[in-house]
C-alpha cells in the first residue's frame, strides 16, 4: 500500500512562502498526474497543481503565477513552493496521485495564512 507523508506547513503572514513536501513509499519515476490538493473548512477538497509526464504541469486559476510544483525522482518527494500566500490559501494540503490510482490519502499538512 503506498504512504504519502506530508510536511512544510505552518502558519505564514500573508505575502509570504512555504514550500511543502511530500513524501512517497513507491517510486513516482512512472506516475502521472500526481497533485497537491487543499480541503479548507466547510469546503470540498480541490486540486490545486498538477504534474505529469509529457503534459507538464497544470495549476488552478487561483494559484496560477504564485504556486510551483515539482518532483524529485531521486527522492520519490513531490514539492509544492508556495508563494504571495493569502488568507484564502488557508487549507489542509494533500499531495496524491490523479483520480482512478486508488491511492490512500496521507494525513495532510496545516497551511493557514494569517497575519
Known amino acids: 500500500q503506498v504512504q504519502l507523508v506530508e510536511s512544510g506547513g505552518g502558519l505564514v503572514q500573508p505575502g509570504g512562502s512555504l514550500r511543502l513536501s511530500c513524501a512517497v513509499s513507491?517510486?513516482?519515476?512512472?506516475?502521472?498526474?500526481i497533485g497537491w490538493y487543499r480541503q479548507a473548512p466547510g469546503k470540498q477538497r480541490e486540486l490545486v497543481a498538477s504534474i505529469s509526464v509529457g503534459v507538464g504541469t497544470n495549476y488552478a486559476d487561483s494559484v496560477k503565477g504564485r504556486f510551483s510544483i515539482s518532483r524529485d525522482y531521486a527522492k520519490n518527494t513531490v514539492y509544492l513552493q508556495m508563494n504571495s500566500l493569502n488568507p484564502e490559501d488557508t487549507a489542509v494540503y494533500y499531495c496524491?496521485?490523479?483520480?482512478?490510482?486508488?491511492?490512500?490519502w496521507g494525513q495532510g499538512t496545516q497551511v493557514t495564512v494569517s497575519s
Open positions: 496524491n496521485a490523479a483520480p482512478g490510482s486508488g491511492w490512500p
Open positions: 513507491r517510486r513516482i519515476f512512472s506516475v502521472n498526474g
